[in-house]
């Protein structure tokens, strides 16, 4: 079993939609990341918070708002998506000093 | 740029050999290496990871590493159809951020 959480599995939304993909985890990581990955492709480094605080932005679109409520949750917010950012949207944590990256599930997305 | 390479696939191998996939990378620094295993439609699951040049074992798998040669290989042993999945290499250096490299997609043929 995953110990990184995400919500929802699979979501629909079209161009002009607001919605948040969610991500817990309770492994007392303090990094936590979000990729994006389309098919037949590697996991595409997005955004990655230590410490609760935002450390890499890889100039994502300002159409994703990645938040950090706490050292446990993470949330990506999007807003006028394309379809080009139809993907699968996974997010990991880390614990800094092993450095193991352990994913969550995903979050399947498709942008109509 | 720090980039990472590995072989190129699709490999085939027939059940019960050795599959053997491998990485190099071309950052010096580079401190922690890990081979992780994605199905499709399913998010990468970690398998194996070294830090310290040699090899490490854990049942089927073994991962060697040689930094000075910055290349790091998986091998599979008594190669399973059930082990047919895309294997990423992924290569961390001083910081958060991880490198994948672009995947190998492994076939045990039955």
């Known amino acids: 079993d995953t110990e990184v959480t995400q919500t929802p599995k699979h979501l629909v939304m079209g161009m002009t939609n607001k919605k948040s993909l969610k991500c817990e985890q309770h492994m007392g990581h303090r990094a936590m990341y979000w990729y994006k990955q389309k098919a037949k492709k590697p996991p595409e480094l997005m955004f990655v918070y230590s410490y609760e605080k935002l450390s890499i932005n890889e100039s994502v679109p300002s159409r994703f708002s990645p938040e950090c409520p706490n050292s446990s949750l993470l949330n990506l917010h999007l807003h006028a998506l394309q379809p080009e950012d139809s993907a699968l949207y996974l997010c990991?944590?880390?614990?800094?000093?092993?450095?193991?990256?352990?994913f969550g599930e995903g979050s399947r997305l498709t942008v109509l | 740029q720090k980039e990472v390479e590995q072989n190129s696939g699709p490999l085939s191998v027939p059940e019960g050999a050795i599959a053997s996939l491998n990485c190099t990378y071309s950052?010096?620094?580079?401190?922690?290496f890990f081979w992780y295993r994605q199905y499709s439609g399913k998010s990468p699951e970690l398998i194996m990871f070294i830090y310290s040049n040699g090899d490490k074992e854990d049942g089927r798998f073994t991962a060697q590493l040689n930094k000075a040669s910055q290349y790091v290989s998986l091998l599979i042993r008594d190669s399973q159809p059930s082990d047919s999945a895309t294997y990423l290499c992924a290569v961390k250096g001083y910081g958060q951020n991880f490198v994948f490299g672009p995947g190998t997609r492994l076939s045990v043929l039955p």
């Open positions: 950052d010096r620094g580079s401190q922690s």
């Open positions: 990991a944590s880390s614990n800094r000093t092993l450095g193991e990256l352990f």
